[in-house]
């Protein structure tokens, strides 16, 4: 597995005009799959519309200390993508005016942001209902300066939500870099010694589970009964909710696909597997994703693309809920991921 | 016609066949659901007795469409790789159970 970005690879992928061209080309430029916006104007769901706000995703920045083999971020350790302290007092301006219900940390991992802790305690004196932050797991054990980070979630009651691509070494490790199952289990550990994950417990630690290849994720409740079954009995660790999160055709996902030789068959698989009642509830409908640099996307997988939110509002600096209201979501095929079977979203399914 | 009699675009057509008997092709699609709809074995279960008469079979749509599922249920290569053993070692014990009748047929027929 490589341990560098596509960006730092100079890899033509890391071209987001060049992702888009794929995805408009091939099987949905000959007509021998439909178009995302073709399928969903057949149940009248088009255009696609942005409803009441309820999530603000907040992108910290791209680096990250693992080199994921289906990261949609294309993060990793040579990407230097991270938010200022002045973008983060912006989105602190939106999040005490907001009525959303949920502030959503991401990157890259988040942590890794200089003035991640500083972000957090000002954000959480705000008193957001359910305040995220997305760990990787690994990073908890990565340096010594990481290692209280559970205490720090445990202090502002932040709800955590992890990574983990399956209860077993093997497949964890080929998904995310040798070494990251074990450092997994221990960080997942840690977290329960100061009540994370215990049931009944209001620290709430929750899993995704993402595929490890070109394939769609199974029932998501069979899945979280298989998981919390073997980490039981093989680590004692417990563990909330687990959200299963299909793979979207982008980035290094994309880039695997296409190398893999298996693009088109994914395609096949998303498309025939369209629910349209997923369309209904998928996450740009109540979402709003902001860059590292403060630009406004309508998810993180768009942001990730460059496409920008259609409003007269782009930027964070320029905020206004009421005008990002009803907007039409930027589509393209990489839709499909969020829209197949039981639906997918970074809360899990959606249908 | 095709260059081969197997063609791995042919699994996403297989509910075509309905077209031309939608009576029969639906009843067996329904009744195909059924039986792989969690009972008294679970969904996964199936799966893995799926993936072993696959083989036995030598169907390979059903190794694609299986091996998919397996992975898709978070089932382990491990898992699978035992699964199709069973089936191996039912096909070859069966083969080798009629080397009873070739004994009893020597036997029979020998002085």
Redesign the interface.
């Known amino acids: 597995m490589s341990k560098k970005s596509l960006l730092a690879r100079n890899n033509e992928l890391a071209n987001t005009e060049r992702q888009l061209n794929i995805l408009s080309n091939g099987l949905f430029a000959t007509g021998e799959l439909p178009t995302f916006a073709k399928k969903i104007a057949e149940t009248n769901q088009f255009p696609l519309r942005s409803k009441k706000l309820e999530i603000l995703q907040i992108n910290l920045g791209y680096m990250c200390n693992q080199v994921c083999a289906h990261c949609h971020v294309d993060a990793g350790p040579d990407r230097k993508e991270i938010m200022t302290k002045e973008t983060m007092q912006q989105c602190l301006d939106v999040i005490r005016k907001t009525g959303a219900h949920t502030l959503d940390l991401t990157g890259g991992a988040p942590e890794m942001n200089p003035n991640f802790r500083w972000f957090v305690e000002e954000a959480a004196k705000v008193g957001i209902k359910d305040f995220i932050v997305r760990s990787n797991l690994t990073i908890i054990r990565a340096n010594k300066k990481y290692h209280d980070l559970p205490k720090f979630f445990k202090k502002h009651t932040i709800h955590v939500i992890s990574s983990m691509p399956h209860w077993t070494r093997g497949k964890t490790d080929k998904q995310r870099g040798n070494g990251v199952f074990d450092k997994s289990i221990k960080a997942l550990q840690e977290l329960n010694v100061v009540g994370y994950g215990i049931p009944g417990s209001k620290l709430q630690l929750d899993l995704v589970y993402n595929p490890s290849g070109a394939f769609l994720p199974g029932d998501q409740m069979a899945l979280e009964n298989d998981f919390k079954k073997a980490l039981k009995e093989d680590f004692e660790i417990d563990f909330h909710n687990l959200f299963a999160i299909t793979n979207l055709p982008i980035s290094r996902f994309l880039d695997y696909l296409i190398a893999s030789e298996n693009y088109e068959e994914y395609m096949y698989s998303l498309v025939e597997a369209y629910n349209p009642v997923a369309v209904e509830n998928v996450m740009c409908t109540n979402t709003l994703s902001i860059s590292w640099d403060g630009w406004l996307y309508d998810c993180d997988f768009n942001q990730m693309l460059n496409l920008k939110v259609n409003s007269s509002v782009k930027h964070i600096s320029e905020y206004n809920e009421e005008l990002l209201q009803n907007r039409n979501i930027s589509i393209n095929q990489h839709c499909y991921g969020c829209t197949a079977g039981a639906g997918s979203s970074c809360q899990g399914v959606v249908a | 016609m095709s260059k081969t009699y197997y063609d791995p675009a042919d699994l996403?057509k297989f509910g075509n066949i309905t077209e031309w008997n939608e009576e029969l092709g639906n009843k067996f699609f329904d009744y195909y659901g059924k039986v792989f709809e969690p009972g008294a074995l679970?969904?996964?279960e199936k799966s893995l007795i799926a993936l072993a008469v696959s083989h036995t079979e030598q169907c390979p749509y059903c190794i694609d469409a299986y091996t998919?599922d397996g992975?898709?249920?978070?089932i382990?290569k491990e898992e699978m790789m035992e699964a199709v053993h069973v089936g191996a070692a039912i096909k070859s014990g069966a083969t080798l159970v009629h080397g009873v009748q070739m004994m009893n047929k020597v036997n029979k027929l020998e002085m």
């Open positions: 996403r679970t969904a996964r998919k992975l898709q249920r978070g382990t």
